[in-house]
């Protein structure tokens, strides 16, 4: 499936002094089936509404939303189909679990979408193994669980709808690093059997770990829209948002003079590296070439 804006902007109408805010300016873009983006920026730069239009929540003030060439908004279009294969999960998605027991939780979507008790179960037990929740908790309640579990459940219950695409608005706040690292497993592996992938994080590591694409916003505008290695080598986006380098990134270009790109090589990102772990090969790789020099 591929998701298109064209020139789309939006405009909350606020009754207070009867101002309107504009979130979102002229903004382009095309995410094919597959990819995996993170939209950073700073808070109040439009993110959150990005991902409202992207799952057709909200309807652009202007321009057009489309999916497979389709105007979402325009009469006749299925938007709840498309909602459902454009999933939203919204910042802590467990405070909107509610059902009895873990299984029913999750089984919601699915019957909801027509399918029959036991087929929606089918479903169901399928999200909870990608999610790596045990079978012995169907029957428990949701609400016993830890943050974490209570996580997955609910994303659980969002892939029991088998989305084409997943698009998370800080899928990790407030979980502790084993809980963060979960969740990241889980959303890779959704990526490998071909999900779409958007996530919003205020977590550059994160970002440079883990997406193959960014998006930039910066005052409703969306500022960059390139490799997680051209973004946080560019100086005059870094400092414009005011958003800090990965620290990985950043001690590179302490070892490496700041603002320089040696050996960009023939690719078109530079070769960086965005995690700790590539620093350590790239610090081996270079000691290695330099024959142990210092
Ligand atoms: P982010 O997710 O990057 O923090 P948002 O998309 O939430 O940014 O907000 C973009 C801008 O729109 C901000 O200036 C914010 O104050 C404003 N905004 C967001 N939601 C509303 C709303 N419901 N009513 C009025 N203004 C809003």
């Not at 294969?85 to 679990?97: I, R, S």
Request: net charge negative; hydrophobic share 35%; charged share 25%.
């Amino acid at each position: 499936m591929e998701i298109r804006l064209e020139n789309v902007s939006y405009t909350y109408n606020t009754q207070q002094n009867n101002t309107d805010k504009n979130a979102l300016n002229h903004i382009s873009l095309n995410i094919n089936q597959g990819e995996y983006i993170a939209v950073i920026g700073k808070t109040g730069s439009g993110k959150s509404t990005l991902l409202h239009i992207l799952n057709g929540l909200i309807k652009p003030s202007e321009g057009t939303c489309y999916m497979d060439g389709k105007n979402i908004h325009e009469k006749g279009f299925p938007i709840q189909k498309m909602r459902q294969k454009v999933a939203l999960c919204f910042q802590y998605p467990e405070y909107q679990l509610f059902e009895e027991t873990v299984l029913k939780d999750i089984c919601f979507g699915p019957e909801n979408l027509g399918l029959s008790k036991k087929e929606a179960e089918e479903k169901a037990r399928e999200a909870m193994k990608l999610t790596g929740l045990t079978a012995d908790m169907e029957n428990l309640s949701p609400f016993s669980l830890s943050g974490g579990q209570k996580r997955r459940v609910a994303l659980a219950g969002i892939l029991a709808m088998e989305p084409d695409c997943l698009v998370l608005d800080e899928p990790v706040a407030g979980l502790d690093e084993p809980g963060r690292k979960q969740l990241f497993d889980i959303l890779e592996k959704m990526n490998q059997r071909g999900v779409t992938v958007i996530l919003v994080s205020h977590n550059m590591e994160d970002v440079a770990a883990y997406a193959r694409r960014v998006l930039v916003m910066h005052e409703g505008e969306l500022l960059m829209d390139n490799t997680p290695e051209n973004v946080f080598s560019d100086e005059k986006i870094m400092q414009k948002t005011g958003l800090k380098r990965p620290v990985a990134v950043q001690f590179f270009y302490n070892l490496t003079g700041d603002g320089e790109l040696p050996d960009q090589g023939t690719m078109t990102s530079p070769k960086i590296p965005l995690t700790l772990d590539a620093l350590a090969d790239w610090i081996l790789e270079r000691n290695r070439s330099t024959g142990g020099e210092k």
